[in-house]
């Protein structure tokens, strides 16, 4: 199949604006600059529309698998250090598969809620992880893995 330059130049364009575009976001995010991310996400997406003429589907598609792609590398990371921790025997086989489900779960709901609704939920979030922590037996300490904890950036606490 044979694809012609005026095909080929926008698409590349197009995806490499994608691809700097999401680094970039998630860079300024990193240092407080995202606002909030579902209107800047969809001011993004309506500006491929303009500028390049394509369809919105099409568009949100590429972010909707980007997001998902980058949540299961996360879900791998996460359960690749449960693995080295059920090893070092810092956690039972069955802890780990709790603390995969409750992850699960957690991030199911978060998910669907605005970014004001997550900040307001937090705290009790974390007061409801402590107590959770402690039903399954589970020393939190041992989860923090350089700087980073099951409830974020610095475990947290």
Do not use: Y
Not at 109 to 131: L, S, V, W
Request: charged share 35%; proline share 1%; with cysteine.
């Amino acid at each position: 199949m044979k694809v012609s330059k005026k095909v080929l130049v926008p698409s590349l364009a197009f995806v490499a604006i994608v691809v700097a575009g999401t680094v970039g976001a998630s860079k300024a995010g990193a240092f407080g600059f995202s606002g909030n991310r579902g209107e800047n996400r969809e001011s993004l997406i309506q500006r491929f529309i303009e500028k390049f003429d394509l369809n919105k589907d099409d568009i949100e598609g590429v972010f909707e698998n980007h997001r998902n792609q980058m949540q299961e590398k996360r879900n791998q990371r996460h359960e690749e250090h449960l693995s080295e921790l059920v090893s070092d025997g810092k956690l039972t086989e069955d802890q780990k598969i709790v603390l995969i489900a409750k992850r699960e779960q957690d991030c199911e709901e978060f998910q669907n809620m605005t970014r004001e609704e997550r900040q307001a939920e937090r705290q009790a979030h974390r007061e409801e992880m402590d107590q959770w922590f402690e039903e399954q037996g589970i020393d939190h300490d041992v989860l923090v893995r350089q700087g980073k904890g099951i409830r974020g950036k610095h475990g947290g606490r």
